[in-house]
């Protein structure tokens, strides 16, 4: 079952924050995080192991709520470069090599 | 150093016809998985492989076949195209089995069933 995110779209100006939600109905034990930019293949940003630990990369942060089966990616003073679609990607757990996306989150970023 | 290689790049078939889309790796990687895109649908899984002779079922296996003979190659086959298929086909790779490896996905096979 496909994970949701939220919200479908958001526009930023250059500078501005954004939190880009990931949640799911299934128990999560990892969640990716990629980025796709128009015409282009998806790139990997990060991985979040179950324990709800946080990690970075460059301005843009994730953390992972096993509780609440949901997972958020902060981007931080967003640059023009940060504009693509996120997609965040769920395993089913119990040893699942599953990995389900949701529909994607569409960032732009302007000037 | 290519990656995860995917040909062709662009493919126009008839209502019927049958294909095969290629996908090769040269890092060695044990995980391999055929995604389509389709326009707000996100990445959906065809089928995926966690090693040689090993393949199974993703979420939107039907009208899709795979082998995996060899760790390199994970060949997606269309036994008789439907414009339904008509997709943006990427086929992504791991280091290894589960999910706590990241996916290193090649550029993509833009296809149109008429």
């Known amino acids: 079952q496909q994970p949701v995110q939220s919200p479908q779209a958001v526009i930023l100006r250059e500078g501005e924050d954004a939190v880009i939600n990931c949640s799911s109905s299934?128990?999560?034990?990892?969640v990716h995080w990629y980025r796709q930019k128009h015409g282009e293949a998806p790139v990997f940003l990060m991985i979040?192991?179950?324990?709800?630990e946080q990690k970075g990369h460059e301005k843009i942060s994730a953390s992972f709520n096993e509780k609440k089966q949901q997972s958020s990616l902060y981007l931080t003073a967003s640059q023009l470069s940060y504009s693509g679609t996120y997609f965040c990607?769920?395993?089913?757990?119990?040893?699942?090599?599953?990995?389900?996306f949701g529909k994607g989150t569409k960032l732009t970023v302007n000037p | 150093n290519a990656g995860v290689t995917q040909t062709p790049k662009f493919q126009v078939l008839k209502t019927g016809q049958s294909m095969t889309l290629q996908c090769a790796q040269d890092?060695?990687?044990?995980?391999m998985s055929w995604y389509r895109q389709d326009p707000g649908m996100g990445l959906r899984l065809i089928h995926y492989?966690?090693?040689?002779?090993?393949?199974d079922q993703g979420e939107v296996p039907n009208g899709y076949n795979v082998s995996r003979s060899t760790t390199e190659d994970f060949p997606l086959r269309l036994l008789s195209a439907a414009p339904s298929q008509t997709s943006v086909y990427f086929c992504?790779?791991?280091?290894?089995?589960?999910?706590?490896?990241?996916?290193?996905f090649g550029n993509g096979t833009r296809l149109t069933v008429t």
């Open positions: 992504a790779s791991s280091p290894r089995t589960g999910s706590y490896s990241p996916l290193h």
């Open positions: 299934k128990a999560l034990y990892s």
């Open positions: 979040l192991l179950k324990g709800g």
């Open positions: 990607g769920t395993d089913m757990g119990g040893g699942s090599e599953k990995l389900v």
């Open positions: 890092m060695n990687h044990e995980y």
């Open positions: 492989s966690v090693g040689a002779g090993i393949t």
